[in-house]
Every structure is written in C-alpha cells, then in structure tokens.
C-alpha cells in the first residue's frame, strides 16, 4: 500500500532537503483544543548532592505531576518522557551557532531544547527542538522505556529527498531505522532514566552507561522464541526481522520489527519561490511515493506523519563549519554571518544593512498529520495494490487557501488495473479557524454550507466539462465495483454512502451499516442538502472492479462554477494491459 505525498515550495534554492517521518503509539491523539500541553520543568534539586533519595523524590514528584497533567482535550504526539529528556540532554556544543546566544536552562547549563533556531528555549508540544533541527539525529528518539502494551516506537524515517542526491550516502549510514544510536543512562540508584552528558567519556565519567538503543517498528509479543520470530520474517519481504535485545545492556531478546531504509533521491525541480506545479512532476504540485508502513502482527495502529524542510546557504560550507566558527569577538573569532549585517558598498558614507537572521540561515520547517491508523488487511485484500484516493485543500478561494490550495482530489486523475483495489476516503474538520489574523495564510472563509467546516461527495458525472451529476440509474461507476471491506454492501449501497459522505452508511441494513443509519430505516434527520449534518470524515470502502471502465466524479457541494473546481478521472485498464 503507497501513498502520495505532495507539498508546495517557498523560500527554497537547490540543495534544500526534505525529511518524511512518522511515529506510532497507542497514546496518539488529536486535540479539540489548540493549547499547549502542560509541562513543569526541571530543577538543579534533581542533580545536585549526593542523596539520591532526596534527588529522586524531588524528580518522582515533578514528573508524576505531569504525567497526571498530560490534558485529554490536546493533541498528543511525543511524550512529555521525552521532552523531559531533551531539557535534561545537554546541547550539541560542536554545532554552529553563528552570533546567537542560546543561554543556559533551568539546570544550569545550555539544554538541547535550545538551537541557533530556537535559541530562547520555547515549547511546541512535547517535541525536542534540536532533534527537530539536525537529521540526522545523534541520540535516539524512543519516547519512552519500553512497554509492550504502549509500544511507542522513535521517529521512523520513511524519505528523504534532496537537491544533492549525494546527500543519500550520509542519510543511509545516519537513519536511526536500522543504526543504533547511544544516549546515556544514569546508574542504577537513579529513578530518572536519562541524563546530561552526549559523549561516552563524559557519560562513563560520571557515572552512567553508554547504552545503544536500537530503533523497532514494533515488538512481535505473540512470538515468544526466535523459531516462532524466524516464521514472521520468512513471511516479510520489507522489513527487517531479528531475534534481539533492544537496548545493548539487556539480555531479555523479543522479535523486533525494524523499518527499511528511508527512500532517497532528487528533489523535484521548482523555481524560487514559487507555490506551484513540478516540471519534474508532470505538472503536478511537488511529490513523492512513499510506502504506507507494513506491521506484520497484524495489529491496528495509531500513527502520526511530519515533514521536515531544510533550507540551506552557500553563504557558509554547510558540513565545514562548526562551532569553531561561532562569534567570539574576544578571541578575534567572527562568524561567516552575523545578524543584520552592514555593508560598505562605495566608502563608509555609504553604508546599506542586510536583512540576515542568523536563526534563519540555514534553518528547518515543519509541518505534521494528524492521528491516522494503519488498519490490517483482510484476507481478500491480501497481496493486491491499494491505491488510495483521498482529499486535499482548506476552505476558502484561491486567495484565502494561499500557500495551501482549494479542495481538490488527490490524485485528481488515476490509472489503475482492473486486478487492483481502490479505497475512496477523506478526512475533514469542523474547526477551522480562518478569521484573523490568519495565521499561515489569509483570512476569510469562502465556500459553502456552515462556515468553517469541510464536507466531500463523491458522485459521478458524463463528463469532466460538465457540473451536473448522473443520478444514480444512469451511473457506470457502481455497477463496476463491489466493496472488498463491506462485501454484503450492494452498488446502491455502496453509491448512497459516497452521496451523503457517510451519513447513510448504505440504502438498506447490510453488516457494516446497522439500523438506523440507512435510507429506508432511520430515525435521523433528514441530510442537509449542502451536508452540513454529515461527517466531516468518511472511511467509505475498499473497492474492488469487476471490470475495466472509465468513471469522471466530482463533489457537490465545493464545485462551484467559476470559483473552484473539485472533479477527478478515474481510469481502470483490463487486467491484461
């Protein structure tokens, strides 16, 4: 199963490199608030002395203080574990700073929740700002001790893309997918289970252990021997599947489940600056396929996606310079930029400052999913192609969606074989927030039906030139599937839960659409002719074709003559093709 992923580009110049990473565990949610989470921070009575009691109940306290005050109604994806790891590692000192002053933390000394990025320490969530700002990473990323009922995993990486392809060589030895990395475990007669120190020798000196921490997909608990693992990695031709420890000073083996290697390559060519469509793409917006991950248990799973953007300089070298180029005027030491430098063009009469921020030159963006699941297959859908068709775009018109884009079908024009499957799904909100001050984009709310809420249809159409749908006894498109998902579902079933975006599951009681909630017995309300009532989100189905055909399609709600245009074409070649 693959899925696309596309994005816009600004503020870019050749040699920008993008990272895809997604994480997994079961404690993943989205938010119906956007506050942050709580967070009490560490102090100096946690390290100081030598009475570990009184260290540990001070630390015990404060961290059972925020695992009770973790708030239900905010979005969670790292774990407050983990952050608290970050304020307590100490900053990498060997990277470049250039004339920032990053200052020291609460325990007394330069945290690596500061970065030449984020040199004041501010919180986003519970993630770490320097492991968002350097891949790849030195430490690993694990969220928590491991717990086979949680099973968080570190952030897996799933692309990298770059416009220096030679890039690929550094990103293949760096991934944390199948490298082990080290951090530092405090001793024993320490409850906190991480510490200051990044190298082995200041680790060892003090007293901790230099521990590798080994990456994992997941842990196969059902398999309780290596035989019984060596049966699930016979069966997995993508991942890698060993019997062993996952931290390297445990002697308790499991059957680990580690990710391949990120996919790397090229990025697609745009110009500067510009939020628009890859010649390198066909003419589509930027892109890259990228395979959904595979979990041989079987077992449902919540995860989350980010992006990472890097745009880079050749204002400096960017793997030459370090800190020994950091300003330090005192020792005659200054840095390659400096903020907001001024400039002699033609004698001291005539100077002219530069718009430089050192805490942008060279410097990371982001941008994350929201929760998804990776569901497991059914025993139909075992070993054919998925091809997933979803929505993308914001309310609003073309102005107000800026940089992002009205709502459109991803991808809005498909090939696939008759033996394939095809799952039609969207996700949508009811909370956006387009007043002022617009944030990431513009105001307004253009669109129609309740403002501030997204709604998609799926109905098909003669032909792509037109805006009306066929009504349902002139369609092709439904007679040609059937639903791999719902296999009691019949086409007007099937046709009625893509018309009303799931407010019907289906005309009449089939498994999968209990009393209720179909057309010829439910004690709802009638559906608002604009879908108001309807979900913002519909899972609908896994289709499967009995025969080849075209089908055009559009949305009724968002297809709104001379303002925007939410069609698609769907193409599906005989099996012999």
């Given at each position: 199963n693959s899925c696309k992923k596309q994005w816009y580009q600004r503020r870019v110049r050749e040699g920008n490199d993008a990272t895809s990473r997604y994480e997994r565990n079961i404690y993943m949610r989205d938010g119906t608030s956007t506050n942050t989470q709580n967070y009490n921070q560490p102090n100096k009575n946690e390290i100081q002395g030598d009475d570990w009691n009184t260290k540990n109940n001070n630390y015990n306290n404060r961290m059972n203080g925020n695992y009770q005050n973790v708030q239900t109604d905010r979005g969670l994806q790292e774990t407050v574990w983990w952050y608290d790891m970050c304020r307590y590692r100490e900053a990498n000192g060997g990277l470049y700073r250039a004339d920032q002053n990053l200052g020291k933390g609460t325990l007394g000394y330069i945290g690596s929740e500061r970065t030449r990025q984020n040199n004041n320490g501010n919180r986003r969530g519970y993630e770490c700002p320097e492991e968002r700002d350097y891949y790849p990473y030195w430490q690993p990323t694990h969220q928590s001790e491991y717990v086979a009922s949680s099973q968080r995993t570190p952030w897996i990486d799933m692309a990298y893309i770059s416009g220096n392809s030679t890039d690929c060589d550094r990103v293949q030895e760096g991934t944390e997918n199948q490298h082990g990395k080290?951090?530092?475990?405090?001793?024993?007669?320490?409850?906190?289970?991480?510490?200051?120190?990044?190298?082995?020798?200041?680790?060892?000196?003090?007293?901790?252990?230099?521990?590798?921490?080994?990456?994992?997909?997941?842990?196969?608990?059902?398999?309780?021997?290596?035989?019984?693992?060596?049966?699930?990695?016979?069966?997995?031709?993508?991942?890698?599947?060993?019997?062993m420890s996952l931290r390297s000073d445990s002697t308790e083996k499991k059957c680990v489940v580690q990710a391949p290697a990120p996919k790397c390559?090229?990025?697609?060519?745009?110009?500067?600056?510009?939020?628009?469509?890859?010649?390198?793409?066909?003419?589509?917006?930027?892109?890259?396929?990228?395979?959904?991950?595979?979990?041989?248990?079987?077992?449902?799973?919540?995860?989350?996606?980010?992006?990472?953007?890097?745009?880079?300089?050749?204002?400096?070298?960017?793997?030459?310079?370090?800190?020994?180029?950091?300003?330090?005027?005192?020792?005659?030491?200054?840095?390659?930029?400096?903020?907001?430098?001024?400039?002699?063009?033609?004698?001291?009469?005539?100077?002219?400052?530069?718009?430089?921020?050192?805490?942008?030159?060279?410097?990371?963006?982001?941008?994350?999913?929201?929760?998804?699941?990776?569901?497991?297959r059914t025993s139909a859908m075992d070993g054919k192609v998925i091809n997933n068709l979803n929505v993308r775009g914001k309310r609003g018109n073309i102005v107000?969606?800026?940089?992002?884009?009205?709502?459109?079908?991803?991808?809005?024009?498909?090939?696939?074989?008759?033996?394939?499957?095809?799952?039609?799904?969207?996700t949508g909100s009811n909370t956006h927030n387009n007043g002022n001050n617009g944030g990431d984009g513009q105001t307004g709310d253009?669109?129609?039906?309740?403002?501030?809420?997204?709604?998609?249809?799926?109905?098909?159409?003669?032909?792509?030139?037109?805006?009306?749908?066929?009504?349902?006894?002139?369609?092709?498109?439904?007679?040609?599937?059937?639903?791999?998902?719902?296999?009691?579902?019949?086409?007007?079933?099937?046709?009625?839960?893509?018309?009303?975006?799931?407010?019907?599951?289906?005309?009449?009681?089939?498994?999968?659409?209990?009393?209720?909630?179909?057309?010829?017995?439910?004690?709802?309300?009638?559906?608002?002719?604009?879908?108001?009532?309807?979900?913002?989100?519909?899972?609908?189905?896994?289709?499967?074709?009995?025969?080849?055909?075209?089908?055009?399609?559009?949305?009724?709600?968002?297809?709104?003559?001379?303002?925007?245009?939410?069609?698609?074409?769907?193409?599906?070649?005989?099996?012999?093709?």
């Amino acid at each position: 199963n693959s899925c696309k992923k596309q994005w816009y580009q600004r503020r870019v110049r050749e040699g920008n490199d993008a990272t895809s990473r997604y994480e997994r565990n079961i404690y993943m949610r989205d938010g119906t608030s956007t506050n942050t989470q709580n967070y009490n921070q560490p102090n100096k009575n946690e390290i100081q002395g030598d009475d570990w009691n009184t260290k540990n109940n001070n630390y015990n306290n404060r961290m059972n203080g925020n695992y009770q005050n973790v708030q239900t109604d905010r979005g969670l994806q790292e774990t407050v574990w983990w952050y608290d790891m970050c304020r307590y590692r100490e900053a990498n000192g060997g990277l470049y700073r250039a004339d920032q002053n990053l200052g020291k933390g609460t325990l007394g000394y330069i945290g690596s929740e500061r970065t030449r990025q984020n040199n004041n320490g501010n919180r986003r969530g519970y993630e770490c700002p320097e492991e968002r700002d350097y891949y790849p990473y030195w430490q690993p990323t694990h969220q928590s001790e491991y717990v086979a009922s949680s099973q968080r995993t570190p952030w897996i990486d799933m692309a990298y893309i770059s416009g220096n392809s030679t890039d690929c060589d550094r990103v293949q030895e760096g991934t944390e997918n199948q490298h082990g990395k080290y951090r530092c475990v405090p001793p024993a007669e320490s409850t906190r289970r991480y510490d200051r120190w990044i190298t082995e020798d200041a680790c060892t000196e003090n007293g901790g252990s230099w521990v590798m921490f080994h990456s994992f997909l997941e842990v196969i608990e059902a398999a309780g021997d290596e035989g019984e693992c060596n049966n699930y990695k016979a069966k997995d031709k993508r991942n890698t599947i060993t019997w062993m420890s996952l931290r390297s000073d445990s002697t308790e083996k499991k059957c680990v489940v580690q990710a391949p290697a990120p996919k790397c390559g090229q990025a697609p060519w745009t110009r500067v600056n510009h939020l628009g469509n890859s010649i390198d793409t066909q003419g589509n917006a930027s892109r890259i396929e990228i395979d959904m991950p595979y979990f041989p248990s079987g077992i449902e799973k919540r995860c989350v996606m980010r992006l990472r953007y890097n745009i880079t300089t050749d204002e400096f070298d960017n793997y030459g310079t370090d800190h020994a180029d950091n300003e330090d005027q005192s020792n005659g030491v200054i840095s390659p930029v400096e903020q907001d430098p001024i400039i002699d063009i033609a004698g001291q009469a005539k100077p002219l400052r530069l718009a430089m921020n050192t805490n942008q030159y060279g410097r990371t963006f982001q941008d994350r999913t929201h929760v998804f699941k990776v569901l497991p297959r059914t025993s139909a859908m075992d070993g054919k192609v998925i091809n997933n068709l979803n929505v993308r775009g914001k309310r609003g018109n073309i102005v107000q969606t800026f940089p992002a884009v009205e709502y459109d079908f991803v991808p809005n024009k498909l090939t696939i074989s008759q033996d394939e499957l095809l799952h039609i799904q969207w996700t949508g909100s009811n909370t956006h927030n387009n007043g002022n001050n617009g944030g990431d984009g513009q105001t307004g709310d253009a669109g129609d039906g309740t403002g501030g809420t997204d709604r998609h249809n799926f109905l098909q159409m003669v032909r792509s030139d037109l805006n009306y749908p066929c009504p349902y006894e002139n369609t092709t498109f439904w007679d040609m599937v059937e639903s791999v998902s719902y296999p009691q579902a019949t086409s007007l079933d099937i046709a009625v839960g893509y018309a009303t975006s799931g407010y019907y599951c289906g005309y009449s009681n089939y498994g999968g659409c209990p009393a209720g909630n179909h057309v010829t017995d439910s004690n709802k309300e009638a559906l608002n002719q604009q879908l108001n009532n309807a979900p913002a989100s519909y899972f609908g189905h896994v289709l499967k074709f009995k025969k080849a055909g075209t089908c055009v399609y559009m949305a009724s709600r968002n297809n709104n003559f001379t303002n925007r245009s939410q069609k698609g074409v769907l193409w599906v070649k005989p099996k012999s093709e």
